[in-house]
């Protein structure tokens, strides 16, 4: 059997790669929305958390456009493909060559972008005036610098990912987060909210350092030292660079979209810019926690196929197909639940302090409308992953940018002329926004299927699949709305639990009796890790 060919147990260790990149994104993800509900606790929707959510956004463009998504379409396919092939010490050396020739670009970008920074929140938020643009500048400066260090830690993962260690670099964050909810949680009651935001800055540039301080040793030892140099005598990192451009490039317009979503909600009333970051974080919990941890686990073991080409080109789409299949049977029930228990999510996550029930039917509204996008762009993550493996980093870039455009042209209508034309408050422009994006999601997944299918063979989730789905979630979702409206609790921790938990019981109970195999083996999946727990408890028992 060659390398491209499929098999039950090529398949497996997939499986478990996605589960251990999920369980790492699902930690550092909690730890986000407590490190949110603090923060929402102290600062609610005020000109502070406007400022400090706008200011973060300034030097988190320079994380993006040179982090994890980046380097991991550019500089794992080369790096497994070495591996693959037993040429470790060239894979040695090409990382050496990236991590110096990234340490000297990201340096200069830093010193550029802090010297930067008032023209940069001239740009990103021209809404803010006097005491409120002079905090978000000091903030932004505070911040570049651990931006800049975030860089790094996708660079470890991209090393980690290629030997298949993928918990790690996916739990990392948690430090981070852990070290921005410890500042707030220290500071948070002696100091008034303009303070705070700015020491909190000071905690997250912390909480960088440790971020990439903990993966730093595995990485070490995995490369055998660090051999810091910008030789390429065989030209990898040469690719790397070339395949490095488009997806920066791409990278880049995707990242013009989001600042100009936040420059058009900085010019809606206070309080808009905040709540766009608050459903943000939530929307993009299911494209990381499934999306990304199929796509990632996918792109290394998709990049290392090598064969014939029409065996190479069946092996991906068994893969795509697969992964698709199983990113559906999360993420469609992900969607059903912001669309009808949005309200019981955000309380549950945010209703704190200063965040009131009025801030949770904002944030509800404004997430309903991101849930629009939701399985396209998860999708769309896994069609790019399939792209990058096959050294194709031009043609998402192209989709990217017509994705764009149509985002900025519809976002710029939905947000600001239609909500006076149809008599609905200003501030509701931000729902608009996040429609605008979910459409332009769905184009951009149309084209990037249609582009691979000529390549490699039809692809995409079975239409009857996703019907049967859609029917088990929102069957479940109209039991979870019944208990919510009948149910007699005041604290919305407990009733998002008792909701949200029958809601995820009845889907998982409806897809059973539909006969989807991946509720059957979900299932098989649970019962194996009980009992592997019960074994390891009665082992410690004796």
């Known amino acids: 059997m060659t390398r491209s060919e499929p098999s039950s147990t090529h398949r497996a260790p997939s499986a478990r790669f996605a589960l251990?990149?999920?369980?790492?994104i699902f930690l550092s993800r909690i730890f986000g929305l407590i490190r949110d509900r603090v923060f929402a606790h102290y600062f609610g929707n005020s000109d502070a958390a406007d400022a400090f959510r706008a200011a973060f956004r300034i030097p988190n463009f320079l994380q993006n456009l040179f982090g994890e998504g980046v380097l991991s379409a550019s500089f794992i396919p080369v790096y497994?493909?070495?591996?693959?092939?037993?040429?470790?010490?060239?894979?040695?050396?090409?990382?050496?060559?990236?991590?110096?020739l990234l340490g000297l670009t990201v340096s200069a970008l830093v010193l550029v972008g802090v010297l930067a920074t008032p023209y940069l929140i001239d740009v990103i938020a021209p809404g803010f005036s006097g005491e409120k643009r002079e905090l978000t500048v000091r903030i932004v400066r505070i911040l570049f610098p651990g931006?800049?260090?975030?860089?790094?830690?996708?660079?470890?993962?991209?090393?980690l990912n290629s030997h298949h260690r993928f918990f790690l670099p996916y739990a990392a964050p948690v430090i981070w987060n852990t070290a921005m909810i410890a500042t707030l949680w220290g500071f948070g009651r002696n100091h008034m909210q303009n303070q705070l935001a700015v020491i909190l800055a000071w905690g997250s540039v912390a909480g960088s350092a440790l971020q990439v301080g903990v993966q730093l040793p595995?990485?070490?030892?995995l490369l055998q030292g660090l051999h810091l140099s910008l030789a390429d005598p065989r030209g990898n990192v040469a690719i790397v660079v070339r395949n490095f451009i488009p997806v920066f490039v791409g990278r880049g317009v995707l990242q013009i979209s989001a600042y100009v979503d936040a420059l058009l909600a900085s010019l809606l009333p206070t309080g808009a810019v905040a709540a766009l970051s608050y459903a943000q974080t939530l929307y993009t919990l299911p494209v990381s926690l499934f999306g990304m941890s199929i796509s990632a686990a996918e792109l290394p073991v998709m990049s290392g196929t090598i064969g014939e080409e029409g065996a190479v080109a069946e092996t991906l789409r068994m893969r795509l197909n697969s992964g698709l299949r199983r990113i559906a049977f999360l993420v469609v029930p992900s969607v059903a639940a912001f669309l009808v228990l949005g309200d019981v999510i955000v309380g549950a996550i945010y209703q704190s302090g200063r965040f009131r029930h009025a801030d949770t039917m904002y944030v509800w509204?404004?997430?309903?409308?991101?849930?629009?996008?939701l399985v396209a762009s998860t999708f769309g993550r896994l069609y790019a992953?399939?792209?990058?493996?096959?050294?194709?980093?031009?043609?998402?870039?192209?989709?990217?940018?017509?994705?764009?455009?149509?985002?900025?042209?519809?976002?710029?209508?939905?947000?600001?002329?239609?909500?006076?034309?149809?008599?609905?408050?200003?501030?509701?422009?931000?729902?608009?926004?996040?429609?605008?994006?979910?459409?332009?999601?769905?184009?951009?997944?149309?084209?990037?299927?249609?582009?691979?299918?000529?390549?490699?063979?039809?692809?995409?989730?079975?239409?009857?699949?996703?019907?049967?789905?859609?029917?088990?979630?929102?069957?479940?979702?109209?039991?979870?709305?019944?208990?919510?409206?009948?149910?007699?609790?005041?604290?919305?921790?407990?009733r998002a639990l008792l909701v949200l938990g029958s809601y995820g019981v009845l889907y998982f109970v409806f897809t059973m009796a539909f006969g989807l195999t991946e509720a059957r083996e979900g299932l098989q999946r649970g019962m194996r890790l009980l009992r592997g727990l019960a074994s390891g408890t009665r082992f410690r028992q004796g």
């Open 80 to 100: 497994a493909s070495l591996l693959a092939q037993k040429e470790d010490e060239e894979a040695r050396r090409t990382a050496g060559a990236v991590a110096a």
């Open 147 to 159: 931006a800049g260090l975030l860089v790094f830690s996708a660079w470890c993962l991209g090393i």
């Open 218 to 221: 595995s990485v070490l030892r």
């Open 20 to 24: 251990l990149v999920a369980a790492g």
């Open 365 to 373: 509204g404004i997430l309903a409308g991101a849930s629009v996008g």
């Open 385 to 494: 992953s399939t792209y990058y493996a096959l050294r194709d980093t031009r043609t998402p870039l192209r989709y990217a940018v017509v994705r764009v455009v149509l985002t900025t042209i519809l976002g710029y209508l939905f947000a600001v002329p239609l909500p006076p034309a149809l008599g609905i408050e200003a501030r509701w422009g931000v729902a608009g926004l996040t429609i605008s994006a979910g459409i332009a999601s769905w184009l951009e997944f149309v084209l990037l299927r249609r582009t691979l299918n000529r390549r490699i063979g039809h692809s995409g989730a079975p239409p009857a699949y996703l019907v049967s789905l859609w029917a088990a979630a929102l069957l479940a979702a109209a039991a979870g709305w019944g208990i919510h409206h009948f149910l007699a609790v005041r604290s919305t921790i407990l």
